[in-house]
């Protein structure tokens, strides 16, 4: 007997809703309603549209409704970090603050000498120091005097506001709470001296949940506006890399994975957090999994450095599709020197392209001539970061690590995969691209009963989902 589940996704550019069908024989997705997400600028200041994504996952339910379906339950992932703070009254105030707002720059040097050290925070929370961690912002926030923060009695991570939207019941999902820098992995609790030393409290946070917990039902008009019964809500591993890393199809511990789009995500799954004086000094984060793992993994700049190439190049009506980048990169000679996908001056250029040649110029890195040439160097810096990224990781692993799994929707480019391949020296598995959705319906469904641990869910993967292997070509 078939069981109907709805996966909502979000993305920093675009969101899904997606009907997913289960059975004895497999999983089907069906995306219901696609829509973009963008940032909405204000000023000086970015912020997230929290009402039109809500308005859009109405609209995804609506078209669930009409399909007079038994749905058994509805879960939402987004990207990490970013929050929205609610009042007294139970009122989102505000607009959530994007997390690539520029208002972050130079927070975490100012909170190391302000409030606590590197060390200690690094010690407390085991996550990478990047600007733009909830922590960071909530001291942007504070040093700005926002009345937002001022007045906010909860704080709520974005998949958990917009269930919070649809079921008025406020919870902390555990995975979306770990990429903030304010979560403790050996006690999966906030961290109170965090906040305390900048004068707010963890109570600003509602207690931590794991994934899979049943945060309510519909509110009865959102239920009745989008024509479905009052069908459970649930928290599933909220942050969308946790739900992607829960759907790799592993047949044992001994692999790593790269979640690859926009950011690319590299690392492993062990059971404790590794936070160690090696780990600092590679600046590697321990965030939350499903079943109680942890993600020891680095964030990677990934397919974000091309995206914003296309986007300049479609503005002077040079217009490339996926399949002619390929095809251009394939014919193009590789790249004699990388540039790093991480450095500052790609983190929100106005003019990619030309930051780009900047940095090329600057770091004695031949510029690229033309737009192929460019994309090579994307392609060739991509590889040889991740290469570089999976050394380091096999030098702290608990174990040999056999096997790279590429999921996400960059498991489709065949080019970038072989490349990765070869610069890996490992087999690359890619797939499934659609591994965000896939966790998010299979934590639902574990929920429901379907099924009893991370291992049965991997186990299903394999036997519904196809990938295809690389095998790297060595010179």
Not at 59 to 69: D, T
Not at 194 to 207: A, K, R, Y
Not at 224 to 250: E, F, K, R
Not at 346 to 357: E, G
Request: charged share 20%.
């Amino acid at each position: 007997m078939e069981r109907y589940f709805v996966g909502v996704d979000l993305g920093a550019t675009s969101g899904r809703v997606i009907l997913a069908a289960l059975s004895g024989q497999g999983i089907t997705l069906e995306v219901l309603h696609r829509f973009p997400n963008r940032l909405l600028p204000v000023g000086k200041r970015y912020y997230w549209n929290i009402y039109t994504l809500y308005e859009e996952i109405l609209h995804g339910l609506e078209l669930a409704g009409r399909r007079r379906l038994p749905i058994t339950s509805i879960g939402i992932d987004t990207w990490g970090v970013d929050f929205a703070c609610v009042g007294a009254d139970g009122e989102i105030l505000g607009l959530p603050r994007a997390y690539r707002d520029p208002f972050t720059h130079g927070m975490p040097e100012a909170y190391f000498a302000e409030v606590l050290p590197r060390e200690a925070v690094y010690t407390a929370t085991g996550i990478q120091i990047m600007p733009f961690n909830s922590l960071y912002q909530l001291y942007a926030l504070q040093r700005e005097g926002s009345s937002a923060l001022h007045a906010a009695r909860r704080l709520l991570f974005m998949p958990d506001a917009l269930s919070y939207l649809l079921t008025g019941r406020m919870v902390t999902e555990y995975t979306i709470a770990s990429t903030s820098q304010l979560l403790n992995p050996r006690t999966k609790h906030i961290e109170g001296r965090l906040l305390e030393g900048m004068g707010l409290s963890p109570e600003l946070f509602p207690p931590v949940v794991m994934p899979g917990h049943r945060i309510g039902t519909l509110r009865p008009d959102v239920a009745a506006a989008c024509g479905l019964p009052q069908v459970a809500v649930i928290a599933v591993a909220g942050h969308d890399t946790a739900s992607a890393v829960a759907a790799v199809p592993a047949e044992n511990e001994r692999f790593a994975y790269l979640s690859s789009g926009t950011w690319s995500l590299m690392g492993i799954e062990i059971r404790e957090p590794m936070i160690t004086p090696q780990t600092a000094a590679c600046n590697f984060t321990n965030e939350g999994g499903v079943d109680g793992t942890v993600r020891l993994l680095k964030n990677i700049t990934g397919m974000w450095l091309l995206e914003q190439c296309r986007e300049a190049w479609r503005r002077q009506n040079r217009d490339y599709s996926y399949d002619e980048i390929v095809r251009m990169t394939r014919r193009t000679p590789p790249s004699p020197a990388v540039v790093d996908p991480d450095a500052a001056e790609f983190a929100s250029p106005t003019d990619m392209p030309q930051a780009i040649r900047t940095w090329c110029a600057a770091h004695g890195v031949a510029v690229p001539k033309d737009d192929a040439a460019m994309m090579r160097l994307i392609f060739d810096s991509l590889a040889a970061k991740y290469a570089s990224v999976l050394d380091t990781l096999r030098d702290v692993a608990p174990f040999p690590i056999e096997r790279l799994h590429v999921i996400g929707g960059g498991a489709r480019n065949e080019l970038l995969n072989q490349m990765t391949a070869d610069a890996v020296g490992l087999p690359v598995v890619a797939g499934p691209d659609e591994a965000t959705a896939l966790g998010n319906i299979l934590i639902q469904a574990r929920a429901a009963g379907m099924t009893a641990s991370l291992e049965e869910m991997r186990s299903y993967i394999r036997r519904s989902i196809e990938t295809k292997i690389y095998q790297p070509n060595h010179p």
